[in-house]
């Protein structure tokens, strides 16, 4: 998609992919043929190694298959015998005792009853079926299962568990339970049958590892990542490539050892003649390397002869006109190679650029008379409020009336505020933006003259953060502040400490805020003068009218209160808003509030 004339549209598809598309349909018979004849090959040649992956995997897990098959017959064959004994425990827990010592390749032997009894056990130990939630599991759901106990609390070394179901007159009686030690069963690699494997593991019907050749803790990383092996119980025969957790491609092989009940799992090696068939199909890759290789050499060689007669031109003269976009300059030097309706194509193009840069000169102009108009005006406002605060400044000695020179000192302020903001919006490059840290600064060092506050100095303090505002805000902004500072001066006293303050802070918050405050330090309970400086009057009641107004034209609330140290706060928190000019002209002037 790229935008033209303001609209988005489709990037129509180049000359040579076009070129190509037709090549690659005129080859297409050729390659499907020989895909689908190489791709039935390759396909036959994969079954045939999944199969033989499988039948090694059975073949390399006939030592563990043994010993739970074992494990299940002599589990059969003490369910045969005893489990009619359960009457007397103890002589049923003596023969257990006994037939493991006729039989060492297991550490524990019990009979549980359908109820969870298994006061028959090889130890002669109470055994309570609550504390093994294992057991509990059989006695909820009946059935031949085989879990991995890393500490059996009888033997205290990692078993297999066997648990068989024995039947009593046709009907479920109970399980026997055979302990297997772990160790008994085969490890490592060298051992008779297949063997270049990475490991070789054995799971129960919930997928829960049983035994594996190398370490049980650390066999996790090299099985499959995405991959439940609950899933591969109850299932057929079946291998497969996959990620393992590690994340390297491996090939596994899934049979079963003791259907619905134990699977093995065999992770093989990619030196494995049948896994490498697995992973990498070598002869689809063949059958499909000869039509790449026509279409190749036909789509080369047709890309040749384009890109030498049409597309290095147009790409030639696509760069010219990008060019210009950015730089607005138009070489002059042309390919004499270049095909004569290119050739013309380039003589348009020169002749639209050139109109263009008359048309932008002629814009520039009229927008650069039309920014030194608006500075000067700014100028001559600035100059006229200087004069008039000049005026007002005559007047106010001549004036022989305390609340009169009052009066006329406020309004002589609020004069200099529009005068500060006049003279920041002509210096400024951008006149739909002013610094209002900047302006808040020069307002300040203007009012420093009334740092005197009854006989005493005032420590006047001001913080303010670079704001991009538009005039819109900065002038009500400027005139609250010059407004909050004037009251703060005014009825500013020694603090706690005995040392009169005055701050102004401006900071940017998140979310597209600004913040005002303005604080003044004073006791509420101030006798005196204080005090009398704060009933309400004539000049107090229009600085606070003002105030509201400024806010109202921020967007914000207004809000006059203590602190808890004593000092008096004035606060705003106001939304930033973004230039919008007027519709019927250039530049939108800002609105000053009306005295």
Request: charged fraction near 20%; aromatic fraction near 4%.
């Amino acid at each position: 998609m790229k935008t033209v004339a303001g609209v988005w549209r489709q990037r129509p598809t180049g000359l040579a992919a076009r070129i190509i598309l037709f090549l690659s349909l005129a080859l297409v018979p050729i390659g499907v043929v020989a895909y689908f004849q190489t791709s039935k090959l390759a396909e036959e040649t994969r079954l045939r190694s999944q199969l033989s992956l499988v039948a090694l995997t059975e073949a390399a897990a006939l030592g563990e298959r043994e010993t739970v098959l074992r494990a299940q017959g002599g589990a059969q064959a003490i369910g045969a015998t005893l489990g009619q004994q359960m009457d007397d425990p103890q002589s049923c827990s003596d023969q257990l005792a006994g037939y493991l010592g006729a039989s060492p390749g297991y550490s524990f032997a019990a009979i549980m009853t359908l109820e969870g009894d298994l006061s028959c056990n090889s130890r002669g130990v109470e055994m309570n079926v609550a504390d093994f939630p294992r057991l509990i599991h059989i006695v909820d759901q009946p059935g031949a299962t085989a879990w991995l106990n890393r500490r059996g609390p009888i033997s205290e070394r990692s078993v297999i568990v066997v648990a068989q179901p024995y039947f009593i007159g046709g009907e479920l009686a109970g399980h026997v339970l055979l302990s297997v030690p772990s160790v008994l069963l085969p490890r490592g690699h060298d051992l008779p049958g297949p063997n270049d494997f990475h490991d070789l593991i054995t799971i129960n019907e919930q997928g829960e590892i049983l035994t594996s050749r190398g370490d049980v803790d650390q066999v996790a990383n090299i099985l499959p990542a995405d991959l439940d092996l609950k899933s591969l119980v109850g299932g057929k025969s079946q291998s497969f490539a996959a990620r393992s957790a590690d994340g390297e491609t491996r090939v596994y092989a899934a049979a079963p050892l003791v259907p619905g009940m134990i699977h093995a799992v065999g992770i093989w090696s990619r030196e494995n003649a049948e896994a490498q068939a697995i992973s990498v199909n070598g002869l689809a890759f063949v059958a499909a390397a000869l039509p790449f290789l026509m279409w190749a050499a036909s789509v080369i060689v047709a890309f040749l002869a384009v890109n030498r007669l049409v597309i290095r031109h147009i790409k030639r003269l696509s760069r010219r006109m990008r060019a210009f976009a950015l730089s607005r300059r138009v070489p002059a030097v042309r390919d004499e190679a270049m095909p004569a309706e290119l050739a013309d194509m380039e003589d348009d193009f020169l002749d639209m650029a050139d109109a263009i840069l008359r048309d932008e000169a002629q814009q520039e102009n009229a927008l650069r008379e039309k920014t030194i108009l608006l500075k000067e005006v700014h100028h001559r406002v600035k100059n006229n409020l200087q004069l008039i605060s000049s005026i007002m400044n005559m007047q106010i000695r001549q004036s022989r009336n305390d609340e009169t020179r009052a009066i006329l000192q406020r309004l002589q302020d609020r004069v200099r505020s529009l005068a500060t903001i006049h003279r920041n919006l002509y210096q400024t490059e951008d006149l739909g933006h002013v610094n209002a840290g900047n302006l808040l600064k020069d307002l300040v060092g203007q009012m420093e003259q009334m740092s005197e506050v009854s006989g005493r100095r005032v420590n006047l303090t001001i913080a303010a953060d670079d704001i991009e505002a538009v005039p819109d805000q900065a002038v009500p902004l400027s005139l609250l502040t010059a407004e909050a500072m004037t009251n703060a001066m005014k009825y500013a006293g020694p603090g706690a400490d005995g040392v009169t303050r005055v701050s102004i802070r401006l900071a940017r918050l998140t979310r597209g805020r600004a913040e005002l405050e303005v604080i003044n330090s004073a006791r509420k309970d101030a006798p005196g003068e204080a005090a009398a400086q704060r009933a309400p009057g004539e000049i107090a009641g229009l600085g606070s009218k003002l105030m509201q107004a400024f806010a109202t034209q921020l967007g914000g609330t207004l809000e006059q209160d203590w602190t808890e140290a004593g000092d008096y706060r004035v606060h705003i928190i106001f939304a930033l808003v973004e230039f919008t000019p007027d519709p019927t002209t250039p530049e939108a002037m800002p609105n000053v509030p009306d005295f």
